[in-house]
């Protein structure tokens, strides 16, 4: 079975900080990575995905990501955050192949808040 | 146009009721997902179907009912509510191996 792990519940930041997020999965096969956003009292929203090559992918908003395959991560980046960047951070993985039913597992989520 | 519809979008009811919610995509995936975020915004999915045919059941209490007429249905029926259901629930869908698109959600607050 396939999990996914966060490793911060909470961040606090300001404006103009950089932004790094954490995510590592475990499952044995093939994956594609997604991280969502979910912004206060809205649905979650695709900020990017990884399915093969590149392993740095960039998606929207200013976000990339780096798939590290050793270390079974996808950790999301951003340079500079912005006020409006507050917001609930998923990753999440979904398990290639028939066996694995299509099956998207979420991590924990992350509360990041930009203070002006 | 709304790609993953859900009604309703907020649903206060009282304890022993039935309820459902409904969910509609005009994407044409062929696989429909309930998902249920808690308090603490944990993500959990309950069910997921593809074309209409059941493919997840996790532990979710029988009193949770999923009902697929279509492809581009799926309806969740909830019997006996209790003060632990209170949650938002999610509808999503998405062609196999590819990324989830969820519906606004519905908050169901059982009281």
């Known amino acids: 079975a396939q999990s996914v792990s966060q490793h911060n519940h909470h961040v606090i930041l300001s404006e103009a900080a950089s932004l790094e997020l954490g995510c590592n999965y475990s499952?044995?096969?093939?994956?594609?990575l997604f991280w969502y956003v979910q912004y206060p009292g809205q649905h979650l929203q695709l900020l990017l995905k990884?399915?093969?090559?590149?392993?740095l992918v960039k998606g929207i908003k200013g976000f990339e990501a780096e798939f590290i395959k050793s270390k079974f991560s996808f950790n999301l980046r951003k340079p500079s955050v912005q006020w409006s960047d507050t917001a609930e951070y998923f990753c999440a993985v979904n398990a290639r192949g028939r066996a694995a039913g299509n099956k998207l597992t979420f991590g924990g989520g992350t509360r990041v808040l930009v203070k002006p | 146009d709304t790609a993953v519809s859900q009604t309703p979008k907020y649903l206060v009811t009282q304890m022993g009721n039935d309820k459902s919610i409904k969910c509609e995509q005009n994407l044409g995936h062929d696989t429909m997902y309930w998902y249920k975020q808690d308090s603490k915004k944990f993500l959990k999915i309950m069910f997921s179907?593809?074309?209409?045919?059941?493919?997840i059941n996790e532990t979710v209490p029988n009193r949770f009912s999923p009902k697929s007429p279509d492809k581009a249905h799926l309806n969740l029926h909830i019997n006996s509510l209790e003060l632990g259901d209170s949650a938002v629930y999610f509808c999503?869908?998405?062609?196999?191996?590819?990324?989830?698109?969820f519906g606004q959600g519905t908050r169901l607050t059982v009281v």
């Open positions: 179907y593809n074309n209409k045919e059941l493919i």
């Open positions: 999503a869908s998405s062609p196999r191996d590819s990324e989830a698109f």
């Open positions: 990884y399915f093969s090559g590149d392993p």
């Open positions: 499952y044995g096969g093939t994956v594609n």
